[in-house]
């Protein structure tokens, strides 16, 4: 909270305040609310913005902690946030996974698309993910969102292409994603662990 005054003044104090209510309040509930909660309170207290618009840059991860003080972010900003804040919730790392996609726009039949990032939830880790996403309110199943096609996914403990697991020899395969990396350093920073 010290942190947040002093990089976004005194407004941010209700904003984080909530968040930590939302966290409080949602400690012994199921899983799947949880997800509605985290869900619900970051789409409607988070505005979209373009990372040239919010941080001057073309692509930036913010941690969580910067995207409630500012109230903005883009969609790798929401799916961040919710990814830590269930975590924070003992939601398994192996039922959540951030997950690049392209988005059709102007429908299923439109050969548009744009580059986008969600959350997946896995009730069951081998199963169909629900898409936690900052375009639409409702949580559904990946087979209603034929509108999204995955690239790859990846969460703290490793990458997916398509639906399975990207091949590694050595190491851990989210240490390729630079920007991962750089928003745990952030992170830990601001004091999370």
Known sequence: MELAQQRY???VQPMLERWYQVMQSATSISEQEKIKRVNEF???RVQFVEDAEAWGKSDYWATPLETLGRGQGDCEDFSIAKYFTLRFLDIPNNKLRLTYVKAKIGGLQSDITQAHMVLGYYPDPQG??????????DIRPASRRPDLAPVFSFNSEGLWVGSGPAQESSGSSTAKLSRWRDLIARMQAEGFE
Do not use: C, Q, V
């Open 9 to 11: 003044g005194a407004k």
């Open 42 to 44: 970051f789409n409607r």
């Open 128 to 137: 169909e993910p629900m898409i936690l996403d900052n375009l639409i309110t």
